[in-house]
Nanobody, 127 residues
């Protein structure tokens, strides 16, 4: 059983920064892709970005590209989402998804069918 735990959410003013962390235990993190999603009040879940098994390849939604950065540390079983220049529209619950890459292609794309999910952490950005 893989357990996924996000942390680092909070309140921040527009233009500020936050770093979210995602820790996965019970699996083989070096063979997992990690993806971040968010869900704003009254909205559906939205893909934010993801990292391949090695962490060398990342992919971001247009909404966050250039402002958010994902890093994956396989030695520590942790992935981070560095969020800069935050906007009120970034307000949401942020979720980490972990998905085993059995083929180990070391690629990342948009995949809503993550094998394991965290419970989410709230990010609130005030104007």
């Amino acid at each position: 059983q893989v357990l996924v735990d996000e942390s680092g959410g909070g309140w921040v003013q527009a233009g500020g920064s936050l770093t979210l962390s995602c820790v996965a235990s019970g699996g083989t993190f070096s063979r997992d892709t990690v993806s971040w999603f968010r869900q704003a009040p009254g909205q559906g879940r939205e893909f934010v970005g993801g990292a391949s098994t090695s962490g060398d390849n990342t992919y971001y939604s247009d909404a966050v590209k250039g402002r958010f950065t994902i890093r994956k540390d396989n030695a520590k079983n942790i992935a981070t989402l560095q969020m800069n220049n935050l906007k009120p529209d970034d307000t949401a619950i942020y979720y980490c998804g972990v998905d085993p890459d059995d083929e180990d292609y070391d690629e990342i794309g948009v995949n809503y069918n993550q094998a394991y999910w965290g419970k989410g952490t709230l990010v609130a950005v005030s104007s």
